[in-house]
């Protein structure tokens, strides 16, 4: 009974507006970070094909998004002032189904159209951001905020576990991976109709403010100098946290977890560990200074990624996500909270928002640098912990950073936190502890470098390459084409090829000759040579081949591939075709002394088709 009563003063300590945002938080969050537990390996394997600096190409994507996410809150708060935050979430949902369903429809190839589609959802998911965070503050006090905003991070890791532990199960085949977005916008769909039904604004719209105005609000917060400097420092924790995003890619392509092990689950981890512990974790922190919960944050997640990236243990690979996970906890919501305490009440608004700015800082920088060193790194030198403990290093510099802004704030602690009745020296306070960490941070790089190479797909390998007998073998149709050649002229063009371990690709043009021109003609048969050039450089000819006279021609050009690795990359890319017609045959009289006259033929249509049969590594 005395839990029942608890649970009960939980729920009605907060009104009615502030369950509503955060289911709006639990659905959202639950189908963006749905689409995120596949999108790297998804776009790196899928979209792009595995190719050399797909990791890259995918971090400069990310990176692009991320402005988005990111920087775009700091305009849509300021918006949403003016408009009112029920139009504003209008717009963003709207956006979201649009861009998860063009998501959906992207196929092998077509990065540019994926790359739109996804800008969307970061346009409609960067506008949603802030209303929520804001509105939280609005509706409720200062005394209830350190815990208001631990359920709010706690609903968003919940959708996201329910989420990723769905699609595990339901879509792990990489095949699959593309109806992922179709549920992802189908839970956005949800929210739309708890908004018509349910959310009113929390504040009145501004509707004397120009949207120039509103943009201007901006201003005070970017003015407030101990405040961007926050800012900049935070979004080291940002760049150190984009190593989630490229966890996928470094656990398929280094078998970190067995094959039975969806990819979708790793992202399972992180939520379910905050699910299970951040109520105890919220409460076992409220009573700190919120600068010393953000530092014990940085601290765990450091901690965690090294655990996680240093190791050759499954399970310590898994306990690496716990610990890091239990540090992500502490730090967000913390400063989520420190923020909302220093900022002045009439631009509370403005400062939620410009959170974002710290964030899109670190995981612009962290994507297109992390997708790089990968490459590099990772994949490239075979160095995996190498790079990783590149990523606890920014996390240690992090700390060192937060370590002397605290000492510069610490004689403002009261007026910051005044609720804080006794502010005493700590771990965090003493001048030991920043040599402490400055030290770390070689003997952390020293440490990934030492530990040598690692082995792709090292649970696959045997003596003669992989066993691609575990392989499923699936056909890629190319849509087939058509043109018009004169006699000696010649088409050419390029075929892209966007999957990995291709193992065989077949050419076959086709044309069919005219018929005679009557009883006194006989068409003379077409002859056209197909040249096919694979993106390794090596080409294949058909050679002249004519039609059986007044009948249809067929040249074909096939091309094996055998792999070593996964991916093996031979016949990814783009190829080169070239049709040429060498002869078109003319209508040449059946009788000569008639007096008749050759007619010339200028030349004749043909169609290419292109069949791709590739190999697809078993859902883990």
């Given at each position: 009974m005395a839990e029942q009563g608890s649970l009960s003063k939980l729920f009605g300590s907060f009104n009615r507006m502030f369950w509503v945002v955060n289911f709006f938080e639990l659905f959202e969050r639950g189908a963006y970070y749905s689409m995120m537990a596949i999108l790297s390996i998804h776009v790196v394997n899928n979209i792009l094909g595995g190719g050399a600096y797909a990791s890259t190409v995918f971090g400069i994507l990310y990176g692009f998004v991320v402005i988005l996410l990111y920087f775009y809150p700091v305009v849509s708060g300021a918006l949403a002032e003016k408009y009112g935050y029920r139009n504003m979430l209008l717009f963003?949902?709207?956006?979201?189904?649009?861009?998860?369903?063009?998501?959906?429809?992207?196929?092998?190839?077509?990065?540019?159209?994926?790359?739109?589609?996804?800008?969307?959802?970061?346009?409609?998911?960067?506008?949603?951001?802030?209303?929520?965070?804001?509105?939280?503050?609005?509706?409720?006090?200062?005394?209830?905020?350190?815990?208001?905003?631990?359920?709010?991070?706690?609903?968003?890791?919940?959708?996201?576990?329910?989420g990723t532990l769905v699609i595990g199960f339901l879509f792990s085949a990489?095949?699959?991976?593309?109806?992922?977005?179709?549920?992802?916008?189908?839970?956005?769909?949800?929210?739309?109709?708890?908004?018509?039904?349910?959310?009113?604004?929390?504040?009145?719209?501004?509707?004397?403010?120009?949207?120039?105005?509103?943009?201007?609000?901006i201003g005070p917060a970017l003015k407030d100098r101990s405040f961007v400097m926050l800012l900049v420092i935070y979004s080291g924790f940002w760049f150190m946290y984009t190593y989630q995003t490229f966890i996928q890619i470094y656990m398929d392509q280094f078998d970190r977890?067995?094959?039975?092990?969806?990819?979708?689950?790793?992202?399972?981890v992180n939520p379910g560990t905050i699910i299970v512990v951040g109520p105890f974790i919220s409460k076992a922190v409220a009573p700190y200074r919120s600068m010393s919960v953000m530092m014990t944050g940085i601290s765990l997640a450091c901690i965690g990624i090294a655990i996680n990236g240093l190791s050759d243990s499954s399970s310590l690979f898994l306990l690496g996500i716990v610990i890091f996970s239990v540090g992500e906890f502490i730090t967000?919501?913390?400063?989520?909270?420190?923020?909302?305490?220093?900022?002045?009440?009439?631009?509370?608004?403005?400062?939620?928002?410009?959170?974002?700015?710290?964030?899109?800082?670190?995981?612009?920088?962290?994507?297109?640098?992390?997708?790089?060193?990968?490459?590099?790194?990772?994949?490239?030198?075979?160095r995996p912990k190498l790079y990783i403990a590149l990523i606890v290093a920014v996390g240690l510099a992090t700390l060192i950073a937060f370590l002397y802004y605290n000492?510069?704030?610490?004689?403002?602690?009261?007026?910051?936190?005044?609720?804080?009745?006794?502010i005493t020296p700590s771990v965090w306070t003493r001048s030991a502890t920043v040599g402490v960490v400055l030290l770390l941070i070689p003997a952390t790089i020293g440490t990934g470098f030492a530990l040598g190479t690692s082995v792709m797909g090292s649970e696959?390998?045997?003596?003669?390459?992989?066993?691609?007998?575990?392989?499923?073998?699936?056909?890629?149709?190319?849509?087939?084409?058509?043109?018009?050649?004169?006699?000696?002229?010649?088409?050419?063009?390029?075929?892209?090829?966007?999957?990995?371990?291709?193992?065989?690709?077949?050419?076959?043009?086709?044309?069919?000759?005219?018929?005679?021109?009557?009883?006194r003609y006989t068409n003379q048969p077409?002859?056209?040579?197909?040249?096919?050039?694979?993106?390794?450089?090596?080409?294949?000819?058909?050679?002249?081949?004519?039609?059986?006279?007044?009948?249809?021609?067929?040249?074909?050009?096939?091309?094996?591939?055998?792999?070593?690795?996964?991916?093996?990359?031979?016949?990814?890319?783009?190829w080169d075709v070239v049709v040429k017609c060498t002869t078109a045959g003319n209508q040449v009289p059946r009788v000569n002394f008639l007096g008749l006259r050759t007619r010339a033929d200028a030349g004749n249509a043909w169609t290419l088709s292109v069949e791709c049969v590739h190999l697809e590594r078993p859902a883990k």
């Open positions: 963003a949902f709207s956006v979201l189904i649009v861009g998860y369903m063009l998501m959906s429809m992207a196929r092998p190839g077509q990065f540019v159209f994926f790359a739109v589609a996804y800008s969307l959802v970061g346009l409609g998911a960067g506008t949603f951001k802030p209303i929520v965070s804001a509105t939280i503050a609005h509706v409720t006090s200062v005394d209830q905020r350190n815990q208001a905003y631990s359920i709010y991070y706690w609903l968003i890791n919940f959708g996201a576990f329910v990489p095949s699959l991976y593309h109806l992922i977005f179709v549920v992802s916008g189908a839970l956005v769909c949800v929210n739309m109709a708890m908004l018509l039904l349910f959310f009113r604004n929390p504040v009145e719209p501004r509707k004397g403010l120009s949207v120039v105005d509103a943009i201007k609000r977890m067995p094959d039975w092990f969806a990819i979708a689950w790793i992202s399972t967000h919501p913390g400063f989520i909270s420190y923020v909302s305490k220093i900022a002045p009440t009439d631009k509370l608004a403005i400062y939620m928002a410009s959170i974002f700015i710290s964030v899109g800082i670190g995981q612009i920088a962290g994507g297109v640098a992390q997708g790089f060193m990968y490459d590099i790194i990772a994949r490239g030198m075979l000492r510069w704030l610490s004689r403002e602690a009261r007026r910051i936190e005044p609720t804080i009745a006794d696959d390998v045997e003596d003669h390459g992989l066993d691609w007998t575990k392989y499923a073998s699936a056909t890629l149709s190319i849509a087939d084409i058509s043109d018009y050649t004169n006699e000696g002229d010649e088409w050419s063009g390029p075929v892209e090829i966007g999957v990995p371990n291709v193992a065989s690709m077949t050419f076959t043009l086709t044309w069919t000759d005219e018929a005679d021109d009557g009883a077409d002859t056209f040579i197909l040249y096919v050039t694979p993106p390794n450089g090596t080409e294949m000819m058909s050679g002249a081949v004519s039609n059986p006279q007044g009948g249809a021609g067929t040249a074909s050009v096939s091309f094996r591939f055998e792999g070593t690795s996964d991916p093996f990359l031979n016949g990814t890319g783009a």
